[in-house]
């Protein structure tokens, strides 16, 4: 028995999930929703660097990422702005995710850069317009 027909949509699902929590971190940054930043119920002081700059980002390409449109420009900016959270934010404290809380930026980071190399996957607004495309030129045309 092959699994080979649930690689796209468990794909999708993984970019998916992976986009909503992120663009999560945005709501919370940016708006003070879902807990506020760092858990204090308020939003990140605007302009503040880079806090205010990452909610930003986190918002604009977690969203990008969820719906599947400019998906892997979004996810190269996510991956490298987790990856700079990782090595100028954590790693002063030590050199391994576990003893720095660095967890979850080094997670993201990594998913992203997948998500980069990969794709969006079939359950994605880039497949739909690819789609599209390919049955728009395949109809006759008429005059």
Request: with cysteine; charged share 10%; proline share 5%.
């Given at each position: 028995?092959?699994?080979?027909?649930?690689?796209?949509?468990?794909?999708?699902?993984?970019?998916?999930?992976?986009?909503?929590?992120?663009?999560?971190?945005?709501?919370?940054?940016?708006?003070?929703?879902?807990?506020?930043?760092?858990?204090?119920?308020?939003?990140?002081?605007?302009?503040?660097?880079?806090?205010?700059?990452?909610?930003?980002?986190?918002?604009?390409?977690?969203?990008?990422?969820?719906?599947?449109?400019?998906?892997?420009?979004?996810?190269?900016?996510?991956?490298?702005?987790?990856?700079?959270?990782?090595?100028?934010?954590?790693?002063?404290?030590?050199?391994?995710?576990?003893?720095?809380?660095?967890?979850?930026?080094?997670?993201?980071?990594?998913?992203?850069?997948?998500?980069?190399?990969?794709?969006?996957?079939?359950?994605?607004?880039?497949?739909?317009l690819s789609r599209r495309k390919v049955t728009a030129a395949a109809e006759p045309v008429t005059a």
């Amino acid at each position: 028995m092959t699994f080979d027909r649930f690689t796209g949509p468990i794909w999708s699902l993984f970019r998916m999930v992976v986009g909503l929590l992120f663009a999560c971190h945005g709501l919370a940054g940016l708006f003070g929703l879902l807990g506020g930043s760092k858990g204090t119920g308020e939003a990140v002081p605007l302009g503040t660097w880079p806090g205010w700059y990452a909610a930003v980002i986190q918002l604009v390409c977690g969203g990008l990422v969820l719906i599947g449109l400019f998906t892997r420009p979004a996810a190269i900016l996510a991956s490298g702005s987790m990856a700079y959270a990782y090595f100028v934010v954590h790693q002063k404290t030590g050199l391994m995710p576990i003893e720095n809380g660095g967890v979850t930026s080094a997670l993201y980071a990594w998913s992203f850069l997948a998500v980069a190399a990969i794709g969006a996957g079939p359950w994605s607004v880039e497949a739909l317009l690819s789609r599209r495309k390919v049955t728009a030129a395949a109809e006759p045309v008429t005059a």
